[in-house]
């Protein structure tokens, strides 16, 4: 059961680091990307929209209206 738990652990941790270098890869200069932007970044991540809202503290709610106006766009 232990053994379960760190490897959940390192997996967790592994994905929020890959999110986080793939963030600060895709700066421009001094430009950071739009709230948007980050968003489509991460869903592309594969990261639920939850998660999106934690990483960017902002609410569920903004982040799924992004995500379907995304879609609207595809």
């Known amino acids: 059961m232990a053994k379960n738990l760190d490897l959940d652990s390192t997996e967790s941790t592994n994905r929020l680091l890959r999110v986080m270098i793939a ?11 739009s709230v948007k932007e980050q968003i489509e970044t991460l869903h592309r991540l ?27 766009t595809k």
Not at 23 to 29: A, I, P, Q, Y
């Open 46 to 72: 594969n990261i639920r929209p939850t998660e999106i809202a934690q990483i960017l503290g902002r609410t569920p709610t903004h982040v799924n209206k992004e995500l379907t106006g995304l879609r609207k």
């Open 23 to 33: 963030l600060l890869l895709r700066r421009d200069g001094e430009q950071t990307l």
